[in-house]
C-alpha cells in the first residue's frame, strides 16, 4: 500500500513537471527601429496583442518570452498628430520667435487623446483605445519656440490659425510601472472607463498650418 502511495506520488509530479505552460501568441508584425510608426489600426492592433502577451508572460513568469518582447520594442517609435492644447501664447521680438507653451491634452476636453476607429479591437475589445503620454515632468508644460518674421504681426492673427502637434513616443514593457497591460483584460483598471496605453514622450514638433512654420518643442 505505501509503495503504492508513493507511485502514485511520483506520477503526480511527473506529470505537472511535464506540463507545458499555456504558448503565448504574439502578433506576426515586427516594427522597425528608430523609424516612428503611425498609430493607425493595424499598428496599435498589433502593439495591443503583444502587450495581452506581455501580460500573460509575467503571469506565468515566462522569462524568456518577457525578454523576447522586451527587446522587440526596444528602439520601437510611434507617432500621431493631434491638435495641441495650448496653455499660453507670447511674443519673443527680440529673438523674433512666439513661445508656445501646451500640454500634450485634448484641446476640446482638456483630458488625454482618444484613438476611435470603426471595429474593436481583439486585445482589448473596444474601438476606442486612450492615450496617456508621460512626459519627463507632468507638472511642466511643453515649450516650443516658432521664428516667425515679425512677432508683433504674428500675435495678431495667430487666433485665425490652425495647429497641429506631432508627438512621437516609445512604449516601455519591462519596468514600465503602468497599469495599462492589466487593463486590457480587466475593466476595472480602465480609470476612465476606455483601454488605454501609456507611452513615454521622445520628440513634439508645434506645427502653425497656416503659416506653414514648425518648431520642436522641449521641457
Given at each position: 500500500?505505501?509503495?503504492?502511495?508513493?507511485?502514485?506520488?511520483?506520477?503526480?509530479?511527473?506529470?505537472?513537471?511535464?506540463q507545458e505552460k499555456p504558448k503565448v501568441q504574439l502578433s506576426g508584425k515586427t516594427f522597425p527601429k528608430g523609424?516612428?510608426?503611425e498609430l493607425n489600426y493595424e499598428n496599435l492592433?498589433?502593439?495591443?496583442?503583444?502587450m495581452k502577451a506581455f501580460a500573460a508572460s509575467v503571469k506565468s513568469l515566462d522569462q524568456k518570452m518577457i525578454q523576447t518582447i522586451n527587446e522587440r520594442y526596444t528602439g520601437v517609435l510611434f507617432q500621431t498628430t493631434q491638435a495641441p492644447l495650448l496653455l499660453n501664447v507670447y511674443p519673443d521680438p527680440t529673438n523674433k520667435a512666439i513661445i508656445f507653451l501646451l500640454h500634450p491634452k485634448d484641446p476640446r476636453t482638456g483630458g488625454n487623446y482618444l484613438l476611435k476607429f470603426d471595429k474593436n479591437f481583439a486585445a482589448a475589445g473596444a474601438s476606442v483605445i486612450e492615450?496617456?503620454?508621460?512626459?519627463?515632468d507632468e507638472q511642466l508644460p511643453l515649450n516650443c519656440i516658432l521664428p516667425v518674421?515679425?512677432?508683433?504681426?504674428?500675435?495678431?492673427?495667430?487666433?485665425?490659425?490652425?495647429?497641429?502637434?506631432?508627438?512621437?513616443?516609445?512604449?516601455q514593457f519591462v519596468q514600465s510601472g503602468t497599469y495599462d497591460f492589466d487593463a486590457l483584460a480587466y475593466p476595472a483598471y480602465r480609470t476612465s472607463g476606455n483601454p488605454f496605453?501609456?507611452?513615454d514622450l521622445t520628440k513634439?514638433?508645434?506645427?502653425?498650418?497656416?503659416?506653414?512654420?514648425?518648431?520642436?518643442?522641449r521641457q
Open positions: 500500500m505505501k509503495q503504492s502511495l508513493i507511485l502514485f506520488l511520483l506520477c503526480c509530479c511527473l506529470i505537472s513537471c511535464g523609424t516612428p510608426q492592433a498589433a502593439l495591443l496583442d503583444d492615450l496617456q503620454i508621460r512626459t519627463k518674421p515679425d512677432a508683433g504681426a504674428y500675435m495678431q492673427e495667430y487666433r485665425s490659425h490652425s495647429f497641429e502637434a506631432k508627438y512621437t513616443f516609445r512604449k496605453v501609456v507611452f513634439t514638433e508645434l506645427t502653425d498650418t497656416s503659416a506653414h512654420l514648425t518648431c520642436e518643442c
